[in-house]
C-alpha cells in the first residue's frame, strides 16, 4: 500500500519499536512512515491496528490485536490491568521495563538537553516490583465503573452505586471497584475490604463527584515498614462521631493484632482529593514513624512522604554520593518538602538550608530536625520563582558550596534556575522525576558552566513509566 494511500479505518501491522507516553507506542511500515499505536503493547510485539488519523509525518492508529508476542511481555497478576491506568507497564518483564527507562533517560539527555554522550550509569532496580508502596489512595464513587464483560452479559456483579478502588484513567467521577492492589503491602489490601464491607453494612452513601452528595469520600492507607504501623485515614463529607468508633472497632477486630492509627478527615469542598479541611484522630497518635538511613520522620496523614521507603534510601545514598560533601560545607535544598534530603545531608556537613513554598512541609521539616535532634538544618518557606530576592536573607547563613534540587515534574522555573547557578556552588545535583525536565534544565545548567559528571536513574516506581534520576553538575 503506498504512503498516500492510507485511510481512516484501515487495519495495518506493523512491530513495535520503542515505547512513548501515557499508553502509546511507536513502529514504522514497510514505506518508512512512523505510527504511533495506543494500547497496553510491549517493545517486539507485532501486531495489527486500527487507522484514527492520518496526519502529514506519521500516522495514530489502535492496537486491535497482538498477531506475535514480545519475548519481553509477560502475564500480568493483576486482573484489572488494562482497566485501572496505575500500572502500565505490568504486562512487560522488570529487566524490560529497566531497559526501556533507561532508554527514556538517555534520549531526553540527548535530544532535549544536547548530551550526546551522557556519563549515565544503569538503573538501580527495586528490590521487589510488587508491595513497594508505602501509601494508598483508594477513591469512593456513587458511580461504579462498568467491566466490560458486565456490560458483554449485562448482568452486575456488585451494585452499581457504590465503588472502592481507583478512578478510571479520564474519568473523574467513576471508580473502578478494586479488591486488591498489587503495588500495596498486603495490610493495607486488608484494611481495603474490611473498610468496603463496613461501608456496605452501613449503607454508607458513596460521593458523587458531580452531583457534590454522598459520605465517603477517600480510604487513604499508610504503614511503616520500620515500625509495622498502619496508618487509616477516613475521608468523608462530614464527621460522625459514633459512626467513626464503629469503624475504628470493626478495624482493630479485622486486623487484630496489628499496630494501628485511625484518622477522619473531613472536606465540604466540590472535588475528589484526599485532604480534609478538619482531622479527627479516632485511635492512636495520629502520625506513624518511619526511618530513612539514621533518621526518624513521624508521618500524619497528609505528610509527604516518599511512597517507595526503600528505594527512598538507595536515592538518598545516589544524592549523598554525587554530592561528595565536607565537613566544612554549606548545602541548600530547593523544594525541600518535609526536609528529608536536607536532614540526611546536615549529618555530612556544617549547614544544611532547606527551601520549601509549601507552610505545613516547612513546619513538618522543622519538626523531623527536632525529633531527629539535627541542630544544623534551617528551614526557611520561599516561592522559588523569587528565589534571587531571597539570597541576601540566607547568604547570612553561608553561600552554598553544594546545591541539591529536587522540582516538581515540570521542572524548575526559570527565575529558580537563573538564581541557582549565579550562586556558584561547586556541585550541583539535580533530582528528577522527569527525564524530559531534567534534559531542559540540565541544559541551562551546563550552558552556565558546568559539566555533567554523572546521571544514575532510580527505579521507584516498578511497572509504572515514572523513573526518578540524580543528575551530578560539577563547576568547569
Known sequence: MAENTYRKGDIIELTVTDLAEKEQCFGRLPCGMGVMVSGMLAVGDRISARIRKVRQRYIEAQAVEVLEPSVDRVEPPCSFFGVCGGCKLMHVGYEAQLRYKEKKVSDALRHLGGFVDSPMAAPLAAPSPEHYRNKIEFSCSSKRYLLQEEISSDRLQAPKNFALGFHAPGNFEKVIDIDRCFLAKEPMNRVLGLTRRFALENNLEAYGAREHTGFLRNLV???????????????????????????????????????????????????????????????????????????????????????????????????LEGAGLREEDTVYDLYCGTGTITLFMARHCRRAVGLEVVESSILDARSNAEYNNVDNALFFQADLKDFKTMLPTLEAHGRPDVVVTDPPRAGMHPKALEAMVQLGARTIIYVSCNPASLGRDGKEIALAGYRMESVRPVDMFPHTAHIESVACFVRE
Open 221 to 319: 492507607v499508610r504503614y511503616s515498614e520500620e515500625r509495622d504501623e498502619l496508618m487509616v485515614n477516613l475521608v468523608t463529607s462530614w464527621y460522625d462521631r459514633d459512626l467513626m468508633e464503629r469503624y475504628a472497632v470493626y478495624l482493630e477486630e479485622g486486623m487484630a493484632g496489628a499496630g494501628m492509627t485511625i484518622v477522619n478527615n473531613v472536606t465540604s469542598r466540590r472535588n475528589t482529593v484526599a485532604t480534609g479541611e478538619r482531622e479527627y484522630v479516632v485511635r492512636g497518635s495520629g502520625v506513624i514513624t518511619e526511618r530513612l538511613g539514621e533518621l526518624d520522620f513521624r508521618i500524619s496523614a497528609n505528610s509527604f512522604f516518599q511512597t517507595n521507603t526503600r528505594q527512598a534510601e538507595v536515592l538518598y545514598r545516589c544524592i
